[in-house]
């Protein structure tokens, strides 16, 4: 189901900036597998809230660093965060955009922010 | 996580209509849990498309009758469907309003019906 994502390199030097999916090749079913982890939930909710980048070690997060590392993973190739290095400092953004484009309604659904129907 | 669902009894007698969360009990995670199955998925979806209440047997699904029972037991479990005899068959409303209501957004934006965004 996943989309393969290569490594990036860089004149046959690999990257240290993770692979990520395009906007286009974000797909319903693994954003579902991704979000219906409330963990993975939390850190969707804290990046939205906050509206800035936030660092992997600055979550709020009741899991071991190394299972958050797993989820930020499959966050990441589900295309709801972009990750990328400042120094040692892995950061992450949320693909507000591009999740926006690819499942319209979904994020602000998942956030309890759509409006509630009138009636 | 879920609710705890009991069967409803009539003057002693146990009803044939299954147990139904209410409305209020409607609850993101299990919806998740529910949604996160392609072949549940597709239930919504023909529903959804139909625009009328389906019998079990009617539904295209490319599982076993006895998986798709299971697959029915989630999606009302979780809220998404109601579920009723009209004598020997066992028809399923998708409940549209109480989902809107819980989860405003969602059912739109699962079903690729939600706007896409201007800009």
Chains 1, 2 share one sequence.
Not at 46 to 53: N, P, T
Not at 90 to 102: E, G, I, S, V
Request: charged fraction near 25%.
């Amino acid at each position: 189901m996943s989309v393969k994502l290569r490594w990036p390199s860089y004149h046959g030097r690999v990257s240290r900036t993770p692979p990520h999916p395009e906007g286009w090749q974000i797909d319903l079913q693994q954003v579902l597998e991704a979000v219906v982890d409330p963990v993975r939930r939390s850190i969707v909710a804290q990046l939205d809230a906050a509206g800035h980048d936030i660092k992997c070690g600055d979550f709020d997060l009741p899991v071991s660093k190394s299972t958050a590392t797993h989820h930020f993973t499959v966050l990441r190739e589900a295309g709801l965060i972009r990750q990328y290095y400042v120094g040692t400092a892995r950061l992450n953004t949320l693909r507000r955009a591009d999740l926006d484009r690819a499942l319209p309604g979904l994020l602000d659904a998942l956030m309890g922010r759509a409006a509630a129907p009138s009636a």
